[in-house]
């Protein structure tokens, strides 16, 4: 018996040490691989390490660690942020816009430190969101956004699953208690990649990799974050025993310790190296995997960043020069003309490929005839397009100095360049659209794309190419026709197996319970978007009702007004939209609401104008929403005069806040508006 005791005990004393040595050795991995760039071993082997220690951690929860490199992967609990005062106020630089405005800052210090020599870190201004890391004994405690830089979130659960922030400290001589300021990033290639996903899924793109990594980090869901392979660099040391009187010291040794700092940082002697550091990164910024917006410059001791001090919003050590909108001149290839799924068509400039914002430039949007002609492009122009973080690169003018004598204007064409047919131009309005609505081709595949997508009828497997496909081989000329569809039909097609036909069919079954009000957005009624599909919806109850409705009774639907309602009017008088109907309802599609929705509203939050802010923990924003409108009330956008009341959730920020108090608007929380709506 006592043999048996000590054995187990042994063996314990084994797995607990084992359990060390794989975090230890885990977490170096992680540090060679994500901050160093030099792996030691091959993605199997730190696989199979990471499966070993998982299975340890499950036979031993006493050894639960939070900052074992096993729980990066996140969870699905989720919480309200915490609010946390930071400890030392994060505040933002003084920006300038120009080299002189730099100099004029570097003779302010020169002149406030006298005699004293002195030296200036130069560094790059990343374009994410700021956050603020505590170690203590060399872990990770808490992760802090700026918020308004007196107070921010604890967002501590969500940066644990960014693989480049180390948990664990790499031996060094870092203090026993420290806090590390720095941006965390959404790189060019995660933001690209994101905002395809959110393309192909009909949601909202970002507009640019700060606002992706600002609200990534602030999603509820960790495992959201974690799959969105967030990066960070880091830039600042603060705490009471640092191991170097002098900014870029520590910073070099905080690089030791593990955290990426960026190899841009570089110590500056004089105002010529600091006029030649803006002249070379403002064009060598462009190879960066990562956003940026500028450069800082810092004053590298300490003790004399003490003595220049802080006015009252920004420190006077430090000033951020912004670099200028990201642009290019390139020369014009050829414009081409495209038919979307409702029949507008819109001139693409095809670019020589260039360089901007960390992706290639091949194409940008001309918009409309009336922009063509502004901008009077000739075939083989050379055309400034610029970026300046958005998703959607723009011409912004015509270098005229090297246009080629001779060459002619392009004019917008006068039919549709897929089917031939003329185009229509409503007076007033800018677009063309072809009125070939049933026979052109791009507007046929687009509304079978449409009526695919997710936030439609949510059936997996048919995007733009399997779309052209189907209608090129004839199996789906219209969106009724999906519904007779066999497995067998489609498994041969080009790149089309055998799982990824029955996958289709399943989608194809499965979409006969999607909610009535997808059904509606998914038929691409013209005007008639996701929100107004939805109120259709609610106020007509079944498609036998919208179809028997006239002009004038449609306009009484809230939000729908004469154009609307003549375009819903149209559309369902239709011979082919009413075949299509027709064919879904006797497939199965739903029709008309659920019973459970057409029982009687209720009207507690009748007559009010709602503005949701925040984030929250009994339902979703989507389902605050459905309460709102089921309750009688109206969800708006942006807080104005018309608002009536704010639900507020935790993480409000703080202008809306304001912006309320001047206005008098009252905030309830999450618990007294669910109070409100069970009285």
């Known amino acids: 018996m006592q043999n048996l005791l000590t054995h187990k005990i042994m063996a314990n004393l084994s797995d607990s040490g084992r359990i060390r040595a794989l975090r230890e050795e885990l977490h170096r991995h992680n540090h060679n691989y994500y901050i160093l760039n030099a792996p030691e071993i091959s993605d199997r082997e730190f696989d199979l390490m990471m499966h070993e220690l998982e299975a340890l951690e499950s036979a031993h929860p006493e050894l639960f660690d939070p900052l074992s490199p096993t729980q990066r992967v996140g969870s699905d609990l989720q919480q309200g942020f915490e609010h946390v005062v930071h400890e030392r106020p994060m505040m933002s630089l003084a920006n300038t816009y120009s080299i002189e405005e730099v100099d004029d800052w570097f003779r302010r210090v020169s002149e406030g430190l006298g005699s004293e020599p002195w030296d200036v870190v130069g560094e790059m201004k990343f374009d994410g969101t700021s956050i603020s890391l505590t170690y203590e004994q060399g872990r990770l405690v808490r992760a802090v956004t700026r918020g308004d830089g007196t107070q921010g979130d604890d967002v501590t659960r969500n940066v644990m699953t960014i693989r480049s922030i180390p948990l664990q400290l790499q031996p060094g001589d870092w203090p026993e208690r420290f806090e590390i300021r720095g941006e965390i990033l959404m790189p060019w290639e995660s933001f690209e990649r994101l905002n395809k996903e959110r393309y192909e899924n009909e949601e909202p793109l970002f507009a640019n990799p700060r606002n992706a990594a600002s609200g990534t980090l602030k999603t509820l869901d960790p495992k959201v974050v974690a799959s969105r392979r967030l990066d960070a660099r880091f830039y600042y040391l603060l ?34 190296e600091v006029n030649d550091y803006i002249n070379h990164w403002d064009t060598a910024r462009r190879e960066l995997p990562v956003a940026t917006d500028g450069l800082v410059f810092k004053v590298n ?131 063309h659209w072809c009125t070939n609505r049933y026979g052109c081709p791009p507007q046929i595949t687009g509304r079978i794309e449409h009526f695919c997508a997710r936030r439609m009828m949510d059936i997996d497997g048919i995007g733009e190419e399997t779309a052209e496909l189907l209608y090129a081989r004839g199996l789906v000329t219209n969106i009724g026709d999906l519904y007779t569809l066999a497995a067998t039909d489609l498994q041969g097609l080009e790149g089309m197996g055998e799982k990824s036909a029955n996958r289709i069919i399943a989608g194809i079954e499965a979409s006969k319970s999607v909610p009535f009000e997808r059904v509606v957005y998914a038929l691409s009624i013209p005007n008639v978007g996701e929100t107004t599909a939805k109120r259709l919806a609610r106020a007509v109850q079944s498609m036998d009702h919208l179809m028997a409705m006239s002009e004038e ?19 369902l008088r239709d011979p082919v939209n009413i075949q299509n109907i027709d064919t879904l309802r006797a497939a199965g599609v739903q029709m008309q609401l659920s019973e459970e929705q057409m029982r009687p509203k209720g009207n507690a939050l009748e007559g009010e104008q709602i503005v949701i802010s925040g984030t929250f923990t009994h339902h979703s924003r989507d389902e605050y929403k459905e309460l709102i409108e089921r309750e009688g009330g109206k969800n708006t956008g942006s807080i104005s005069k018309k608002t009536t009341l704010v639900l507020a959730g935790e993480n409000m920020g703080p202008a809306k806040r304001e912006k309320c108090e001047k206005l008098g608007i009252p905030m309830l929380t999450e618990e007294e508006f669910l109070a409100r709506i069970s009285r």
């Open 239 to 272: 705490g009471e025993n640092l191991p170097y009187p002098d900014h870029y010291q520590n910073m070099e040794a905080a690089r030791r310790w593990g955290f990426k700092v960026s190899p841009a940082m570089k110590l500056l002697h004089s105002i010529s």
């Open 301 to 431: 001791n300490l003790r004399q960043q003490l003595n220049l001090g802080y006015t009252a919003k920004s420190p006077r050590w430090a000033i951020a020069y912004k670099f200028n909108p990201e642009n290019a001149c390139t020369r014009l290839r050829f414009v081409s003309f495209e038919t979307g799924r409702m029949g507008i068509v819109t001139p693409v400039a095809n670019l020589e490929p260039v360089q901007l914002s960390g992706t290639i430039v091949k194409r940008a949007s001309l918009h409309n005839a009336d922009i063509m002609q502004e901008l009077d492009i000739h075939e083989h122009d050379w055309l400034y397009v610029e970026k300046g973080g958005e998703i959607i690169p723009k011409i912004t003018g015509v270098d005229t100095s090297r246009r080629e004598a001779g060459e002619p204007s392009i004019k917008f064409v006068k039919v549709c360049p897929a089917c031939g047919t003329p185009l229509a131009r409503i007076e007033g309005e800018a677009a």
């Open 553 to 571: 009774e449609l306009t009484r639907i809230p939000d729908v007004g004469p154009i609307i309602a003549r375009c819903i009017f149209d559309f």
